[in-house]
Every structure is written in C-alpha cells, then in structure tokens.
C-alpha cells in the first residue's frame, strides 16, 4: 500500500465511524498526499455512498439467511 492510499484509507475510516468528526487538517492531510479538490470529493462521495447502500442493505436484512 503507498503513502497515499493510507492517507485515503484513513480518511475514509473517519468518514465512515463518524463525519462529524472531518476537520480541515484530514483535508489538508489529503492534499498533502497528492489529492486535489475533485478527488477529495471524489473519496467523500464514493465513501458516503457505499456507507448509505449498505446501512439500507443491513437495515433490509439483504444477505442474511
């Protein structure tokens, strides 16, 4: 795994256990890795996404015998 992938993965572990806790240095920390703008939105919204998709997954049970 590359020095940046680990930043990326770091970010998107905090985006997943609790958004809310994002401050700007997390930001930063991206684009101190090589991310810019669109790619950080990039992350966030892919992240947020298959977080929504499988909370309503779990939430219907999919999966689950």
């Given amino acids: 795994m ?3 992938e680990r930043v ?3 970010y998107v572990v905090q985006l997943t256990k609790d958004a809310t ?4 240095a ?3 920390g991206l684009r101190a890795a090589g991310f810019d703008d669109r790619g ?3 992350i966030t919204m ?12 779990d939430a219907l049970g999919v999966g689950r015998d």
């Fill in 2 to 4: 590359t020095a940046q």
């Fill in 8 to 10: 990326m993965l770091d």
């Fill in 21 to 24: 806790r994002i401050r700007k």
């Fill in 26 to 28: 997390d930001i930063e």
């Fill in 40 to 42: 950080i939105l990039q």
């Fill in 46 to 57: 892919i992240a947020a996404w298959f977080n929504s998709i499988n909370r309503v997954a």
